[in-house]
């Protein structure tokens, strides 16, 4: 696996460029939608390779690990062989889940012991043993097992909790490099800046993790209730850190505005579970802004769904008919919906690439960025 | 609207036929996925077309009436015109959901009252007004509007409600011969024979029936409890009366096996939520008998999900994948299983059309059934 670089942008810290893995190149910047349980939920892999084009797509170690388990998923061959997809998939290391959705957790300096949110049942979570799973798991690219501490965290907090989280990357990398890929294709492990929303933290993990040198490096801990603008902030402190050379990777980020921003501060990658969520809900994500198709205004609106749109979906089912449907609570609406919003999440990231690559991103950019913020 | 025999079995009473729609031909025996609210649930309409290859689907008249509405609906130019599917649509009159889902419905000379199960409102459906609402829906086939007794009324009231459905009969089709289709295509009225399972009661509704001469007839009121043979005399006795020249639509009829046997008696056309409702549950219907994909016994079975299968899902998919997904109660799992049973009962009506015109269908069907009942 490896990252070359395209073209660099001269106004902003945009770039586009390839990440080489074994299972295809990924054209950064991208975006990954959200398979949490090794599937974008309502979504089949077909359209997401024919009609959306994602070129790599997330799963959740946390959720992968309590269902379908690891004996099946060894069994399979890996989660590849499991669903089918035979793109890249990366998976977070499992820590985010437990410290928003699972019970009872107790955090040592070993790991964290949790109960399961599906059936009570108790684990451990060690950075040791989250490598092995991400192993079994045989995600193309694993990420590194931190605390996440809360957005509104005190400083006393962060730091201890950045202590714990560079001490356990530590224990993460060795694991990692005394191990080896269980199915004949290469693994990358991508550590995580950390340090929430404090400059010489976040300055003191970029540093440390630079050193590190891996394939990818991730920044977390954003988009967890602090102002945008704080975590804008972050990043760029962060990015004049970590290395040029390699991919950078905003976790869990965000909306479209939220992206393009990003992209303009040297992010390469991204995921957030936004289109899809939200598009069970009826809010769909366009280029000239955002619509919540429950709105009355929308009951006998006949027109296509989103005639700028690049899915199938956009032209096969009108305004009116994804209404009645979401309205319904119907299956189809919440399918439609996200499969919408996916394939605008890529098609935003690929027009993003085009105008770095022919010099014009910024104005597109900030122009782009206006109009998202429209409620239609 | 009309119907040609291809072929008519010697050994049974099947017959291989072409409906003749504006919007296309439908080849008989033919099974009609429900698309209850104007969507069959979980199954994009390019997925009917292409990948099921449905010829025809069937809508509610109760649901659709209450969801969108009719408003929604004629202002759209009719439910093909909303919901994008260009090949034919049958409704039912919502006869059958008033007597099951709505609330505090009362029964006149006139029609029946009844509140709306989704917001308590009061509506009055006549076999007047149903007749209009279907021609606002813009059904290429309206079935008339009739009672629903349960499967075990007893004869005197099944009696009653037999003269009362012929007294409302005879008004559906006054007022729909009175009025036109406002869409400028054709549409077709079917009545129902009723009559529970009493011969007499059966015989007389076919009898009246067959005298009305419409495009073709239905038959309801049964698998709604009785045994399975008792079923298939009622369906014997009226098939006897009804015309051959016209299709024979058993409504909501069946399972399988079901579906075999009405068609070796003469039947035509089906519909049921069976493939659906069991499939979202995790039922799969195969040629070598049914699966529960919930069993243990799939857990870490990585073969497809049907060898045999006609449609994508079925090479796309494993067992141990399927299963993941609808124990983890994912959209994706009831997608596929839906899409998996839709296309199973349409590859069984075409093969025992095939084995019609092949003169070998008795041999198949006797065959088929036996494997049917098989649970792997």
Partial sequence: MYYTIETQDKETNARAGILHTERGDIHTPIFMPVGTLGTVKGIHFKELREDVNAEIILGNTYHLYLRPGLEVLEEAGGVHKFNGWDRPMLTDSGGFQVFSLAENRKLTEEGATFRSHIDGSKHLFTPENVMDIQRIIGADIMMAFDECPPGDALYDYAKKSLDLTE??????????????????????????????????????????????????????????????????????????????????????????????????????????????????????????????????????????????????????????YVRHLIKANEMLGAQICSQHNIAFYLWLVREARTHINNGNFNLWKNEMVKKLGVRL
Wanted: proline share 6%; aromatic share 10%; net charge neutral.
């Fill in 167 to 320: 001490r356990w990357l530590d224990r993460c990398v060795k694991r990692f490099d005394e191990t080896q890929p269980k199915y004949g294709y290469e693994q990358q492990l991508f550590p995580i800046v950390q340090g929430c929303t404090y400059k010489d933290l976040r300055i003191r993990s970029a540093e440390n993790i630079a050193k590190l040198d891996r394939a990818g490096n991730a920044i977390g801990g954003l988009a967890v209730g602090e102002p945008a603008e704080v975590m804008y902030e972050m990043i760029s402190v962060v990015n004049e850190i970590l290395p040029k050379s390699k991919p950078r990777y905003l976790m869990g980020v965000g909306t479209p505005e939220n992206i393009l921003e990003a992209i303009a501060l040297g992010v390469d990658m991204f995921d957030c579970v936004m289109p899809t969520r939200n598009g069970r809900n009826g809010m769909i994500f366009t280029s000239e802004g955002s619509i919540n198709i429950k709105n009355k205004k929308w009951e006998k609106d006949f027109s296509p769904l989103d005639p700028d749109g690049t899915s199938f979906v956009d032209s096969a089912y009108s305004k009116a």
